[in-house]
């Protein structure tokens, strides 16, 4: 299997992604699943910095509490673009976080097809600055979670 190729450009599709009036809360944002290759895995670790042998040394892996090698729980970032399309408003040049918290279920495994289910809550404005509350829970294909969080982030003007 090929592992997608991912935009590097962040602003090719800024013009078809969505606008602060787009947004519209406890409406689902649409998502894409996608396929966790232990390459994407490793890819990401290396990038990060986090060599840890449960990401990279299968014997290791399989004697550990895991059984096999896994995802570390960041890999959320990685998956939050992965399983977005180019209009989605949370990839706006120009947004910035604000905040999260993250709890962490079942890890993420190399060949986990991943669906994420995501929405806004809330949007406001605070001191002339445009903000959005979200939500992402990810799942595997056996409908266990994976992580879940909630954001607040400061929109593009």
């Not at 519209?24 to 060599?51: H, M, N, S």
């Not at 399983?83 to 040049?93: E, G, L, Y």
Request: glycine fraction near 6%.
């Amino acid at each position: 299997m090929t592992e997608p190729t991912f935009e590097t450009d962040f602003w090719k599709d800024a013009q078809s992604r969505k606008i602060w009036d787009d947004i519209v809360p406890g409406q689902p944002r649409k998502t894409i699943p996608y396929t966790l290759t232990l390459e994407a895995i490793q890819k990401y670790c290396r990038v990060v910095g986090d060599l840890h042998p449960l990401y990279f040394d299968e014997e290791y892996a399989r004697n550990s509490p895991y059984k096999g090698l896994i995802a570390p729980p960041a890999i959320h970032i990685l998956l939050m673009f992965a399983c977005t399309p180019a209009d989605d408003w949370m990839r706006s040049p120009g947004t910035v976080n604000a905040g999260q918290s993250w709890s962490y279920h079942t890890p993420a495994r190399p060949g986990d097809v991943i669906r994420l289910q995501a929405r806004a809550l809330d949007k406001f404005i605070k001191k002339g600055r445009l903000f959005a509350v979200h939500d992402n829970v990810f799942f595997n294909q056996r409908d266990e979670v994976i992580c879940a969080g909630r954001g607040w982030t400061i929109r593009p003007m």
